[in-house]
T-cell receptor
Framework: GAVVSQHPSRVICKSGTSVKIECRSL??????MFWYRQFPKQSLMLMATSNEGSKATYEQGVEKDKFLINHASLTLSTLTVTSAHPEDSSFYIC???????????FGEGSWLTVV | GQNIDQPTEMTATEGAIVQINCTYQTSGFNGLFWYQQHAGEAPTFLSY????GLEEKGRFSSFLSRSKGYSYLLLKELQMKDSASYLC??????????????FGTGTQLKVEL
């Protein structure tokens, strides 16, 4: 079964509104989680590193005030897309790992459509 | 920073063998991953290499040469369901440990009859 769960899997929102996506680690605690964005026919682009109990670390070119990340517990990180625009429509996916080795798990992904 | 290159597209025949190459230039290296991704779905883990050499897992094998910054994914006995995007990803170093992956552009594989 899934060890990292995302919700919602699909969401449609109106332009100008905000939408929240949740990422949960189910069987382990994750001090760091990662948020990626993927446009059609492109690869995954890292947006930010979510750090439990502290501020997220954003990749260059990603607006921290637009993509709010909160990692309030060891099993939950949330990504809030604020003042959404149609160009924010994309596949958002999170990942978390238990440590070293190949134990990196991806959530199911969330399709965001802004109309 | 990280720079990871893969061919954009490849086509192969059902039952054949295909090799997908990945070259990388990174400021730090802590493992290389291969993922399979079908359209609209999350990536699925295929293989992991951190030491030089070949890792075999059923129909899939992955090779790594750290000195050359090179990896390949080998798919044997291709099936139609193997048509997907194959992503090469490198894990860099992150203070305190961590699992930050940088992905290549992905290789779209089409398997034909």
């Amino acid at each position: 079964g899934a060890v990292v769960s995302q919700h919602p899997s699909r969401v449609i929102c109106k332009s100008g509104t905000s939408v929240k996506i949740e990422c949960r680690s189910l069987d382990f605690q994750a001090t760091t989680m990662f948020w990626y964005r993927q446009f059609p026919k492109q690869s995954l682009m890292l947006m930010a590193t979510s750090n439990e109990g502290s501020k997220a670390t954003y990749e260059q070119g990603v607006e921290k005030d637009k993509f709010l990340i909160n990692h309030a517990s060891l099993t939950l990180s949330t990504l809030t897309v604020t003042s959404a625009h149609p160009e924010d429509s994309s596949f958002y996916i999170c990942s978390a790992g238990t440590g070293t080795g190949n134990t990196i798990y991806f959530g199911e992904g969330s399709w965001l459509t802004v109309v | 920073g990280q720079n990871i290159d893969q061919p954009t597209e490849m086509t192969a025949t059902e039952g054949a063998i295909v090799q997908i190459n990945c070259t990388y230039q990174t400021s730090g290296f802590n493992g290389l991953f291969w993922y399979q991704q079908h359209a609209g779905e999350a990536p699925t883990f295929l293989s992991y290499n951190v030491l030089d050499g070949l890792e075999e897992k059923g129909r899939f094998s992955s090779f790594l040469s750290r000195s050359k910054g090179y990896s390949y994914l080998l798919l044997k006995e291709l099936q139609m369901k193997d048509s997907a995007s194959y992503l090469c990803a490198v894990r860099g170093w992150l203070t305190g440990g961590g699992n930050k992956l940088t992905f290549g552009t992905g290789t779209q594989l089409k398997v034909e009859l």
